[in-house]
């Protein structure tokens, strides 16, 4: 059984449609993108491969060259100009751009890059991006060093730039997601915590599959994890150190704690403390351990998450008669409704931009991920399926991830993301078995 914050409602007789929402507009102006409503064009754009800038670089360029490409088609507002199209490329990174060649494709955008290995095992990436009809760079070129294991990264860290300076807003790519990993057949399912990049490269596990675990959370610097374990025999909030692997319980005290995840500035913790039949939100302070109850209604309170600003709380509870959404000060206080659609509400997230709240909502036997306004304004649903559940945001607020679990007895959950308009709907790799991801943000 799912512990309280998640929806327990599992057997649902339901079949997939088509995604409602509404769909993204390319703005007017020179190589800029608009992230707003009506139908998107996605913006055309060439990347040569990369310039090996010496012969230790050469089995890197394409790998390189590949992740800036996969990261921006993935986002659905960009469309690569197939290299087989093109008439000319890139042999010197300081060469003049034969823009007409470009414009004669139909490419709005160019990125030329460059990789150096140095014998000491660091690597250099460095990139300039051209408005192929105004013939001129976007910004300054950049260039990314690190260690020869991390070129992901920088490849990575080049696509955020290219779509900062295409969009105005900043990018998602160089993250990470936590998540849940299962393997085994539905009735006897094990689970441990494992960590990924954001596209589902450099998996690796963080826990043994010997207790339960669920619901992971990153911290605001993405340095430990928040999870529920059942490994004392009933639900209990652990912290993970990523760096040392050293974890501990979160909280001895008596009863069952859940639905843990961090303050803003990661100096509290919110979670869930069922107690003598009664479920209510606790937050507690991490240096101290000091612990406030900010909640006291005869009603189940859990899934408790900050705004991003830490001043206000958004939560579920069924002191209604059914499950919705709330909003209260952080501090504890009167709570008001936000969720007024048909249908039950749960697992709701706060996005990082602060203007949306993203949640899930079953309505007519199906699941769905959607999103409103923090004043319940404005729904939209962007998913239906048998059971989808557990958004986390991307480091920008634009995409969501989920986890879609199919029916029947060989049912089992894997991971998908989406975007805020709906449209873009695509499953995320994992080696098996996924469900409740957690988004970290930008690393450092």
């Known amino acids: 059984m799912r512990p309280l914050a998640l929806f327990q409602t599992l057997a649902i007789a339901a079949f997939a449609t088509g995604l409602p929402g509404i769909l993204p507009a390319q703005s007017t102006g020179p190589l800029r993108i608009e992230i707003t409503e009506g139908v998107i064009e996605p913006m055309p754009f060439a990347v040569p491969a990369f310039v090996a800038e010496d012969s230790g670089a050469r089995a890197l360029v394409e790998d390189i060259t590949a992740v800036v490409v996969a990261d921006l088609v993935g986002s659905g507002i960009f469309r690569e100009i197939p290299r087989n199209a093109h008439i000319s490329g890139i042999s010197n990174f300081d060469s003049p751009v034969q823009?007409?060649?470009?414009?004669?494709?139909?490419?709005q955008a160019l990125i030329t890059g460059a990789v150096s290995l140095k014998a000491n095992g660091q690597i250099a990436v460095k990139f300039r991006l051209f408005d192929v009809f105004a013939q001129a760079p976007l910004g300054e070129g950049l260039q990314f060093a690190g260690q020869r294991d991390d070129w992901r990264r920088m490849a990575h860290k080049v696509a955020d730039a290219v779509y900062s300076r295409l969009t105005g807003e900043s990018g998602y790519f160089d993250s990470r997601v936590v998540f849940v990993s299962e393997t085994g057949p539905k009735d006897a399912r094990r689970k441990r915590l494992?960590?990924?990049?954001?596209?589902?490269?450099?998996?690796?596990?963080?826990?043994?599959?010997?207790?339960?675990?669920?619901?992971?959370?990153?911290?605001?610097?993405?340095?430990?994890?928040?999870?529920?374990?059942?490994?004392?025999?009933?639900?209990?909030?652990?912290?993970?150190?990523?760096?040392?692997?050293?974890?501990?319980?979160?909280?001895?005290?008596?009863?069952?704690?859940?639905?843990?995840?961090?303050?803003?500035?990661?100096?509290?913790?919110?979670?869930?403390?069922?107690?003598?039949?009664?479920?209510?939100?606790?937050?507690?302070?991490?240096?101290?351990?000091?612990?406030?109850?900010?909640?006291s209604a005869p009603s189940i309170e859990t899934a408790p998450s900050y705004a991003p600003d830490g001043r206000q709380i958004v939560f579920e509870s069924d002191r209604g008669g059914s499950q919705q959404l709330y909003i209260m000060p952080a501090g504890g206080g009167e709570a008001r409704r936000i969720s007024f659609g048909a249908g039950r509400y749960g697992t709701p997230v706060w996005s990082p931009r602060g203007d949306l709240i993203a949640f899930t909502k079953i309505y007519n036997g199906r699941f769905h991920i959607g999103v409103m306004r923090i004043d319940g304004s404005e729904e939209r649903l962007l998913t239906a399926s048998f059971l989808d559940e557990a958004p986390t945001w991307s480091p920008n607020g634009r995409v969501l991830m989920f986890f879609r679990e199919t029916r029947g007895v060989n049912g089992a959950p894997s991971l998908y993301s989406v975007d805020i308009t709906g449209r873009n709907l695509k499953r995320v790799p994992t080696p098996g078995y996924a469900s409740d991801p957690s988004w970290s943000g930008l690393l450092r």
């Not at 823009?99 to 490419?107: E, G, L, R």
């Open 99 to 107: 823009f007409s060649d470009w414009k004669a494709v139909n490419a």
């Open 194 to 295: 494992a960590i990924m990049d954001y596209d589902g490269a450099n998996v690796r596990n963080l826990t043994d599959d010997n207790a339960i675990v669920l619901a992971p959370r990153f911290s605001p610097d993405g340095q430990s994890v928040l999870y529920t374990s059942y490994e004392t025999g009933m639900p209990r909030v652990f912290q993970l150190d990523l760096a040392t692997m050293r974890r501990h319980a979160f909280d001895e005290q008596p009863g069952m704690t859940f639905a843990p995840r961090y303050s803003p500035d990661g100096r509290t913790v919110l979670m869930s403390l069922s107690e003598d039949g009664n479920t209510d939100i606790y937050s507690a302070d991490l240096a101290g351990g000091s612990r406030v109850r900010l909640t």
